[in-house]
């Protein structure tokens, strides 16, 4: 008769091995999905109609919700920086602060955390009841490729819109540190603006262009692959689009944590 201790030690290293390799199992399947998107999304044809009109979905349609996200990061940061700067007397480095918080970090996650919860988690219902509803089944059926329907248009789409909605965040939002910092608080105009085209350079616009760009492929990825391989019923779906939202927003999260101590130090 076997020991109970090792009885329990044998049970739980077994637990711990069918865990691993479940985890290993959904790791390959994520790779090997995002290695389907990028080679059909390299070869012709390519869906332009589709992905023009995902575009609209995923860009245009999120604008609203750019813009105001944006002006009152922008507006927050002119009166917190204004108050900080304030103590050490360098208040004339208001505006490049702003520009630079919004340009580097604020308005690619923003962004990109703002497009996930609207239209990511839409995405992944979109792909999730065709699913469920047979329809991705019916065009493999037809002898159709359904990553080049379905999946491309959207990763094109979202690498697209994101560096555009995250300009237009920058923007907005240096216009609102402005709107604070200059009518309200008193800070002069020309300092506001004249400082900041002395501290920001390019290398500091292609770092927010290079992580929007990442951060559009890393959520259309999670979204449409949640969507593509979603659980039955309307629960499924549900379920499916819930983990679809967490996921990518903590992967933009660990993602811009990697590229600024990685890439950009």
Do not use: H
Request: include cysteine.
């Amino acid at each position: 008769m076997e020991s109970p201790i090792l009885v329990f030690f044998r049970s739980s290293l077994r637990r711990v091995g069918a865990v691993s390799l479940f985890a290993l199992r959904r790791t390959g399947r994520f790779g090997i999905f995002l290695s389907r998107v990028i080679f059909y999304t390299l070869t012709p044809p390519l869906k332009f109609s589709r992905a023009l009109t995902q575009i609209r979905f995923i860009g245009f349609q999120s604008i609203l919700v750019i813009l105001l996200t944006g002006a009152f990061s922008g507006m927050v940061l002119g009166l917190q920086g204004f108050y900080t700067l304030r103590r050490f007397g360098s208040v004339a480095l208001l505006g490049p602060m702003v520009a630079l918080s919004l340009i580097k970090e604020l308005g690619p996650v923003l962004s990109g955390l703002m497009v996930t919860g609207r239209a990511g988690s839409a995405v992944t219902a979109e792909i999730g009841i065709m699913r469920i509803s047979e329809q991705i089944d019916a065009i493999e059926l037809m002898g159709l490729n359904p990553f080049r329907y379905l999946v491309v248009p959207n990763f094109l789409a979202a690498v697209v819109a994101l560096p555009l909605l995250t300009a237009i965040c920058d923007a907005v939002g240096i216009f609102g540190g402005y709107l604070v910092g200059v009518k309200l608080l008193g800070v002069s105009s020309g300092t506001y603006f004249g400082e900041i085209t002395t501290y920001v350079d390019m290398r500091d616009v292609l770092e927010g262009i290079y992580k929007s760009l990442s951060f559009g492929g890393l959520m259309a990825w999670v979204c449409c692959y949640k969507g593509y391989y979603t659980g039955f019923g309307a629960k499924g779906v549900s379920r499916a689009t819930t983990q679809a939202v967490v996921l990518s927003s903590v992967l933009i999260l660990v993602w811009d944590y990697f590229m600024t101590s990685v890439l950009f130090r």
